[in-house]
């Protein structure tokens, strides 16, 4: 019999009691318990306290707490390296460039900052709980009621809300692949089955997510723009998919990065409101307008819709500042102009840059690029975040020779060309 395995050793050495500490010595010459060594143990459990430490080691290594079914295969989220992790892991001195997490290289709304300035004095009061000022800010920007209002700690936790709300145990919900990776994670944690319908030419192939229906489908995902392919579905095949959609299954239309975009063939989903009230639409605080550190995100949906989605969220789920910058970002137009008239811009210049270097990009409707390096991408995001320059591998999508670049400012882009260069 072996009471010890190697990785187990190593885990439990500090946390030894008595008889452990004893039986692991032996186990060290030998991996099999002799019968001399069941002899001496024999002796030490006689004893009230080694007996009581015989019981506790038994317990703790034979009595496994069960995860849930369902849990046992999720793979955690894995975001963006943070630069604090990066300094600390390679000690690098210089300066370092984020572009693995599609932030706004521009920062925050300064008027965001300016409402956080004067408010923050108030941390010690409760949030309110119905975020009134910010869905009334919200209703007259959309002209849309109150009550048809959302918001969330981040679109991310209105996701898990519409799962942990709607999804019970082998419901079918339809997604691409890739996609927004945390729909397959809300998924899994609350036991549906995921249809995963492949991307045709880095877009949702619209026709086999309609065929995919059936009286199992609860919800239907459609990221628009998609992360991590910047593609979008345009106006007359969203018109056609709308249609197709049940009244009875839900249809989550992901609009992250709406602000992004300024295209006639770029559907509103906020206009099929009214004719459909199984949709639900995100958006969020945490791109254009700079507040990615606040988890701000907000959706517009029926009220009844509106209502399940309060019952299962947890009270404040959204910080009293949180709140306050999100209302005040909301009035700061001149801003998100100079945002994407940014990404505009730096969204040229990489096109040009990367066609130089002989590397194939998906022409992108975000504020980021997926890039085609035609070979495995963990060497040169190794590569480059030696040089100060953080990407982002989207192995996790299926990917694994394709960067995800998000479009930074001027200096940056042109920093991380010089280090592609170096490096292709």
Not at 33 to 50: A, D
Not at 175 to 188: E, K, L, T, V
Request: charged share 25%; aromatic share 12%.
């Amino acid at each position: 019999m072996t009471f010890f395995d190697e990785q187990t050793k190593k885990d439990r050495t500090k946390r030894m009691t008595i008889i452990e500490f004893f039986i692991l010595i032996e186990y060290t010459h030998n991996q099999y318990v002799s019968q001399e060594v069941i002899i001496k143990f024999k002796k030490l459990v006689l004893g009230k306290i080694y007996l009581l430490h015989f019981l506790i080691f038994w317990i703790y290594y034979y009595v496994v707490i069960e995860l849930r079914n369902f849990v046992k295969n999720i793979r955690s989220y894995k975001p963006g390296k943070p630069i604090e992790e990066v300094v600390r892991e390679l000690g690098i001195k210089e300066e370092i460039i984020k572009l693995s997490s599609n932030e706004n290289p521009l920062g925050p709304s300064p008027k965001a900052v300016q409402s956080i300035k004067e408010k923050i004095k108030d941390i010690n009061i409760y949030p309110d709980n119905n975020c009134f000022y910010l869905k009334k800010k919200l209703g007259e920007k959309f002209n849309i009621q109150p009550d048809n209002i959302t918001v969330g700690s981040g679109s991310v936790e209105l996701i898990e809300l519409i799962f942990k709300a709607y999804v019970n145990p082998g419901d079918e919900v339809i997604m691409s692949n890739p996609s927004f990776i945390m729909y397959r994670i809300a998924c899994q944690i609350f036991g549906g089955k995921r249809i995963a319908i492949p991307l045709k030419n880095y877009a949702h192939d619209i026709e086999t997510m309609t065929k995919a229906i059936n009286e199992k489908t609860k919800i239907i995902i459609l990221d628009n723009p998609i992360n991590p392919t910047g593609t979008i579905i345009t106006k007359d095949k969203f018109n056609y998919f709308v249609e197709k959609v049940p009244e009875n299954v839900i249809l989550v239309v992901d609009e992250a990065y709406r602000e992004y975009i300024k295209n006639e063939n770029y559907p509103n989903a906020i206009d099929y409101l009214k004719e459909h009230e199984n949709i639900i639409i995100l958006h969020t605080f945490s791109k254009i307008y700079g507040l990615a550190g606040l988890r701000v995100g907000y959706g517009f949906s029926s009220t009844d819709i509106i209502a399940a989605l309060m019952k299962v969220s947890l009270p404040f789920n959204v910080n009293r500042i949180s709140q306050i910058a999100a209302t005040a970002a909301l009035n700061d137009d001149e801003f998100v102009r100079k945002s994407y008239e940014s990404n505009e811009a730096g969204k040229k210049f990489l096109y040009k840059e990367l066609e130089q270097l002989n590397l194939q990009y998906t022409p992108t409707y975000g504020n980021f690029i997926l890039v085609n390096l035609e070979r495995e991408a963990k060497g040169v995001f190794q590569a480059a975040q030696k040089r100060g320059v953080i990407l982002r591998t989207i192995l996790e999508y299926g990917l694994p020779n394709s960067l995800r670049i998000t479009i930074g400012t001027p200096q940056q882009n042109k920093k991380l060309i010089e280090v592609l260069k170096t490096i292709i």
